[in-house]
């Protein structure tokens, strides 16, 4: 039987001690007692093993999720670095993005990425558990960023630009409630947003659409971007639960 982590140590969420992980995440002051579990077959070898113990950490390590990261020791070593190029690239591609499955695969690879790293940094001491529940937080922020830009160029392109009556462009935001508006996501996380915009009025192309129609559209591709089930799972599942009169209001609300 594996023997089990000391009660306060960061990383007891996992069934497993530091010391199983292969540099550079071991921590030589703990001593390795627990038994070796074998790698999945088709698990590539820059994840840390030891992760393999863990249900949800076992997922992390998609080969197409560290294709970007051909040494992933230097990846998961230097997570602060990692962290911002990764936050980078997921801004870069909300603006960039072709077409709604390659921005999708492409958030959603982040987040793989990301969540290993968190896993890494923290188990191996390198992060705190704050810091590992900002970091997802962050991933968060940045998704729903890459996926508002996306979801509005689509829009645009096909309905105009949302303006007030007075012509000036009406805008969309999104509120972080719960534990995304206290940066304390967990792995397993979902996201509670409210979708607001501006101000009321219609677009501006051939098909004009009222304002509260086109962000309404908005919220429906923000929603599938983030939370469909795809051969790379979800990014984060979303919950508007929290917006006035629940599951009967309107999805999105003017300010």
């Known amino acids: 039987q594996a023997a089990q982590a000391p009660a306060d140590y960061p990383g007891k969420h996992f069934s497993v001690l530091p010391s199983d992980l292969p540099k550079p995440f071991a921590t030589p002051a703990i001593d390795n007692s627990s038994q070796t579990v074998p790698r999945p077959a088709g698990v590539v070898p820059a994840a840390p093993s030891g992760f393999h113990v863990s249900v949800y950490a076992s997922g992390l390590s998609n080969p197409r999720w560290m294709a970007i990261a051909p040494n992933g020791d230097v990846f998961l070593a230097e997570p602060d670095a990692a962290l911002a190029g990764e936050l980078a690239a997921v801004a870069h591609n909300g603006g960039t993005a072709g077409d709604e499955a390659a921005i999708g695969a492409t958030l959603r690879a982040a987040k793989g ?34 996926a508002l830009a996306f979801s509005g160029s689509v829009l645009r392109e096909r309905y105009g630009t949302p ?3 007075n012509g000036s462009e009406s805008r969309a935001l999104i509120l972080g409630m719960g534990k995304l508006g206290g940066r304390e996501l967990n792995f397993s996380s979902d996201i509670d947003l409210i979708f607001g915009y501006t101000e009321n009025g219609e677009t501006d192309g051939a098909r004009p659409l009222t304002n509260e129609e086109f962000f309404a559209k908005q919220v429906q591709i923000f929603t599938r971007l983030l939370s469909a089930r795809t051969e790379d799972g979800f990014v984060f599942r979303t919950d508007w639960m929290l917006r006035p009169f629940g599951s009967a209001g309107a999805p999105a609300w003017s300010c």
């Not at 990425?113 to 810091?131: D, F, H, K, P, V």
């Not at 970091?135 to 940045?142: Q, R, T």
């Open 113 to 146: 990425r990301i969540a290993l790293l968190a896993a890494a940094a923290e188990t191996s001491g390198r992060w705190t558990t704050a810091q590992s529940t900002a970091a997802l937080s962050d991933l968060a922020d940045a998704c729903c960023e890459a």
């Open 163 to 165: 303006r007030a009556e």
